[in-house]
Each structure stands twice: as C-alpha cells, then as structure tokens.
C-alpha cells in the first residue's frame, strides 16, 4: 500500500512516499497518525519517488519470476491424470535432455537431493507408463493372471483350513453327527492353519543408449514395454511354478502338496504314454476338474498329438486339436499350455496339471510397480537407465495333498509326472 508521510519516522521525511511490504504495516502507521494512505489519481502527476517506486517493484517481480524459472520444486505427483507426452518413448527423450525440459519440470518428481540440477538424479516414470507396462506384463504372463491374487500393503499372514484327510470330515474339522431324539449334539472344531506370504522384490535395470533415445521415441517404447513387461510376466511364472520359497513364491512343483505320478512298469525313457495322463487326472481333486490346465513342454506335443485309449479294435483320442484355434488344444477335455516354464520329455516337470485357482499370489496394494529414470548411472557410455521394482510373492493354498474319504490315494489340485530316465 501506499503512503504519505505525516512526519519524520526514521529514515522517512514528511511528506516521503513509500511502499509498504504489507497493508497491515501501512494501516498500522495511520492508525498511529504517522502517516496517510497516499491514493494516485489519474490527475494526479507521478512523482519521481512514485516511478522510482514502481521501478522497484517491477526489478523486485522480475527478479522473483527468474528465481522461480531456475528453482521450481518438484511436486511428489503428477498435477493431472493425463501425460503430456504421447509415448512412453517421448517422455525417455524428455529425460535424456535433463530438466531443461519443461513439461518434465512441472510433470514430475526429482529423485534427486537438490533442485534444478542435472547431476543429481533422475525422474520418477509417470503412473500411466508404470500402469501401461503392468497391463502389457499382464497380457503378456499366462499362470500369474489365473492365480487368486490378494493386493496388500504389508506381508499377509492367510488362514486356512489345514486338511489332510476326509476320513471323519469333508471339509477338514467341521463334522456332521445324527443324534437320537433326545441326545445331546456333539461339537467339532476346523483345524486351520496359516500362510505367510512376504512381498518380495523383484527388479529390472535396462539401459537405452542415446542414439536410440534420440532417433526413435516409438522404437524405444516398444522396446521398453516388450522387454519389461514380457521379463517380469515370465519371471512370475517361472516362480509360480519353480520358487524355492526362499526370497521368492513357493512353486507348485517344491511344494509339499505336489502329487508325483510315478512312470509306468518298462516304460520306454523319454516318453508319455496314455496311462501317465490318465493316473495324473485320477490324482486330480475333484473339484479342480473343472478349473485345470495342462503345462507341456513343447517337444513332447509329437508324443502327445499321438495319445489315445483303445475301445475294442479300434480307439479314441485323448488329444484334441482344434485346427482353426491353436489355443483350443485339450488333453481328456482340460486345456493345454504349451509351457516355456516346463522341463524336456523325460524329465519331471515336463508335464503338469494344475489348478490355479488353488495358488495364491500377493501384490503390492496401490502401487503394484515402482519405476524412476536416471541420466547418470551410466554417464560416461552415453546411456540412461530405467529402473523397475515390483513387489510379488505365492504359494499353493494348500500344505498337503489329501486322503479321500473313500480311498486311499491322495488327490492335489497339482499333480505332475515324474522323472522317465
């Protein structure tokens, strides 16, 4: 605010016009008396104190205007929901110019200990990249997406009911009297138990140079998204089906509810033969019938292709292909995945029935993929680094295979064949 001087006040003389910082430092000073509100009317001439005034204030607005160009903070999130770059390849070039870009200043945040300064760090991969490449991760997986999957922001510790036998109870515990008129009803109790489930790491590096940063941001996007979402996606499911369980899942094929379906009496080393499917699927759990899937290497599809069960002088196959589908391939009706993730004919773990409704997975509530970008891990080979992390963890719902109440050959929703050297 503006103000007159009524009389001397320290280094002002009466009638010295001057600019307060605040109004409420200039309402104080004329509620003392000391001075007046100096109002400029469009007669009024402005004195030279007046310009010398407003030229301080415009030096002062400049000066400030070019701090904020060289000084602006970061903000911890993105301002809006939608990307100002077309492509995650374009976003990459923005990066490999350092924050001398604009949209990058104002997008996204710093991982870096200062402000403004090229040399200390990198940038945080905006949320739809991040949840770009989980969808394509997901697209590009097979076993993770057919898991029951919890998202939880600490380890999970999941109850369940702890069944090895249906001898006295169906369900594991709970059991069923019928008392005569006038008997008391006898209780039961489930036995449950617990799974403990740890959100372990998972990470990926991957360096772009600068000329494929430079030339080709659509390249690079493919790039980028092929190479890590078909890593992680495969990496789950390797885990899914091989984890030891120590900082990682727990595969279906170490765990304790795995059922080995042994190999025939003189059957021929390196090969399947029908009575293998056939005591697989009779180990299956009931209920799994339904839910299963077949994992097969893919150099035993010539022996599989030729499966079939006699009837009389003649046969039935108990391989299906659907020639106009490739994915409507069936083994004794259930479908069959060519599986990258299964070991050679002959081996255990070249052919697998599993349900996988039956194995739990967790993943990271909120925030499933961590992703940031840096300029300066690889400086001097003129390279950028993006980095990956994901939190991920499994194990089947199960600590054991089962004994039927009526029987004695215990029944898993994962079986698989073993060895045949």
Not at 70 to 88: D, G, I, L, R, Y
Not at 168 to 177: A, E, F, N, P, Q
Not at 389 to 407: E, N
Request: charged letters at 20%.
């Amino acid at each position: 605010m503006l103000i007159r001087f009524l009389a001397d006040y320290g280094e002002a003389k009466k009638d010295d016009i001057r600019n307060t910082k605040t109004d409420e430092d200039a309402q104080s000073l004329i509620d003392e008396k000391i001075a007046e509100k100096y109002i400029v009317t469009e007669s009024t001439e402005p004195t030279k104190q007046e310009l010398d005034i407003e030229q301080m204030r415009k030096d002062i607005e400049k000066e400030v205007k070019e701090q904020l160009k060289t000084e602006v903070k970061m903000p911890a999130q993105p301002k809006e929901n939608k990307s100002p770059w077309p492509t995650f390849g374009h976003f990459a070039q923005a990066v490999r110019t350092g924050q001398t870009d604009e949209k990058l200043l104002n997008y996204c945040k710093s991982t870096g200990m200062a402000i403004a300064i090229n040399a200390d760090g990198g940038f945080l991969i905006p949320l739809e990249f991040s949840t770009g490449l989980l969808t394509a991760m997901a697209q590009a997986g097979v076993l993770a997406p057919k898991c029951r999957n919890f998202p939880i922001n600490n380890n999970l510790a999941l109850p369940f009911v702890n069944i090895t036998t249906q001898a006295t109870s169906w369900t594991g515990g709970v059991r069923i009297y019928k008392p005569a008129e006038g008997v008391a009803k006898t209780g039961s109790l489930p036995q449950f138990a617990k799974a403990e489930l740890h959100l372990h790491k998972m990470t990926a590096v991957v360096y772009s140079t600068d000329e494929l940063l430079s030339d080709s941001p659509i390249a690079l996007e493919t790039f980028l998204n092929t190479m890590v979402s078909t890593e992680f996606a495969l990496t789950k499911d390797e885990d899914i089906v091989w984890g030891s369980g120590a900082g990682e899942c727990l595969g279906l094929m170490n765990s304790p509810c795995l059922i080995p379906v042994q190999k025939e009496t003189d059957q021929v080393a390196d090969t399947i033969v029908t009575p293998n499917v056939l005591k697989m699927f009779s180990r299956l759990y009931t209920p799994s019938t339904s839910r299963a899937v077949w994992l097969i290497a893919q150099d035993a599809m010539p022996q599989i292709a030729q499966l079939s069960i006699t009837v009389g002088t003649g046969g039935a196959p108990v391989f299906i292909a659907d020639l106009k589908n490739p994915l409507g391939q069936t083994l004794l009706g259930r479908p069959i995945i060519w599986s990258p993730h299964c070991q050679t004919v002959g081996t255990t773990g070249d052919i697998v029935l599993a349900d996988f409704s039956q194995y739990v997975t967790v993943t990271k509530a909120g925030k499933e993929m961590d992703t940031a970008t840096s300029i300066h891990l690889k400086f001097l080979e003129d390279e950028t680094a993006f980095r990956f992390v994901i939190r991920f963890d499994g194990q089947p719902w199960w600590t054991s295979a089962i004994t039927p109440k009526h029987g004695s050959s215990t029944v898993s929703p994962f079986i698989s064949l073993a060895s045949r050297d």
